[in-house]
T-cell receptor, first 112, second 111 residues
Framework: DADVTQTPRNRITKTGKRIMLECSQT?????MYWYRQDPGLGLQLIYY???????NKGEISDGYSVSRQAQAKFSLSLESAIPNQTALYFC???????????FGPGTRLTVT | GQQVMQIPQYQHVQEGEDFTTYCNSS?????IQWYKQRPGGHPVFLIQ?????EVKKQKRLTFQFGEAKKNSSLHITATQTTDVGTYFC???????????FGTGTRLQVFP
């Protein structure tokens, strides 16, 4: 959905580098999520936020941090990237009335 | 760890054949959602089931939620090449807003 955008779409970085993935949405949703997708493992929740002042850890938060700069923006940071963080990263949004989640196009991250 | 499993992991069918994917949770779910991800794309919401034993249909797709709210299935009748993709179930635990995604079933349809 064009309503949820992610930048960059592809990124190659080296071990130890700090990297930030950004997510923006124009849907007006209060809830935002970061997921990681690895082949055969489905989608794993990294962090989620119900509003600007609310940040929660998901299943696999170690090695990641997030920032909810505004209702429409939710950034994911890898402070010191490592090769096993190579994956496809998705941002998603939802509102409190419907639970359906809308996903961004994804960021393919490669850590060498 | 992963609490929601899906089988099979892969399924190849001839166009026109039926397809079913099964989703099983180790714990009772408050509701379950299904998503479809086309190759190279992102997950797209298909449906949500809330009630025990609920059955919903969308054209050739039939979704079921088990009586114990621990399992679900998606059945596609007479598959078409447009059905190609990975189908994920996603269960919600209690009153949380977190979804636990299943491992997904990748469907390939041969013309």
């Amino acid at each position: 959905d064009a309503d949820v955008t992610q930048t960059p779409r592809n990124r190659i970085t080296k071990t130890g580098k700090r990297i930030m993935l950004e997510c923006s949405q124009t849907k007006g949703h209060d809830r935002m999520y970061w997921y990681r997708q690895d082949p055969g493992l489905g989608l794993q929740l990294i962090y989620y936020s119900f509003d600007v002042k609310d940040i929660n850890k998901g299943e696999i938060s170690d090695g990641y941090s997030v920032s909810r700069q505004a209702q429409a923006k939710f950034s994911l940071s890898l402070e010191s990237a490592i090769p096993n963080q190579t994956a496809l990263y998705f941002c998603a949004t939802s509102d409190s009335s419907s639970y359906e989640q809308y996903f961004g196009p994804g960021t393919r991250l490669t850590v060498t | 760890g992963q609490q929601v499993m899906q089988i099979p992991q892969y399924q190849h069918v001839q166009e026109g054949e039926d397809f079913t994917t099964y989703c099983n949770s180790s714990t009772t779910l408050s509701n379950i959602q299904w998503y479809k991800q086309r190759p190279g794309g992102h997950p797209v919401f298909l449906i949500q089931l809330v009630k025990s034993g609920e059955v919903k249909k969308q054209k050739r797709l039939t979704f079921q939620f088990g009586e114990a709210k621990k399992n679900s299935s998606l059945h596609i009748t007479a598959t078409q090449t447009t059905d190609v993709g990975t189908y994920f179930c996603a269960g919600r635990l209690g009153n949380t807003d977190k979804l636990i995604f299943g491992t997904g079933t990748r469907l390939q349809v041969f013309p």
